[in-house]
């Protein structure tokens, strides 16, 4: 059973950065992707970014530049740098992994305003 457990959301100003990190358990974690999805209020949720098990990186059009994916496979941590935040990357940042099953973490609220 896998268990995925984000952190690191909070309230930033347009223009600032934050780091998620996501934690994995029960699974061989270095040999499946992981990624983050965002949902904003009344919206789908939505592909963020992904990385391979060989690190191989995969951008949504709308954060690419800007933000950063990146995993700790000893670790079992997945990481997401943001910089250059903006009001529309307001969202419920969730953390996900490709094994047998695709798996959800339960999510970190990113608010982005002045």
């Known amino acids: 059973q896998v268990q995925l457990v984000e952190s690191g959301g909070g309230l930033v100003q347009p223009g600032g950065s934050l780091r998620l990190s996501c934690a994995a358990s029960?699974?061989?974690?270095?040999?499946?992707?992981v990624g983050w999805y965002r949902q904003a209020p009344g919206k789908p949720r939505e592909h963020v970014a992904t990385?391979?098990?060989?690190?191989?990186?995969n951008y949504a059009a709308s954060v690419k530049a800007r933000f950063t994916i990146s995993r700790d496979n000893a670790k079992k941590m997945v990481y997401l740098q943001m910089n250059s935040l903006k009001p529309e990357d307001t969202a419920v940042y969730y953390c996900?992994?490709?094994?047998?099953?695709?798996?959800w973490g339960q999510g970190t609220q990113v608010t982005v305003s002045s």
């Open positions: 996900t992994l490709w094994g047998d099953n695709q798996y």
């Open positions: 990385i391979t098990r060989t690190t191989t990186t």
């Open positions: 029960g699974s061989i974690f270095s040999i499946y992707s």
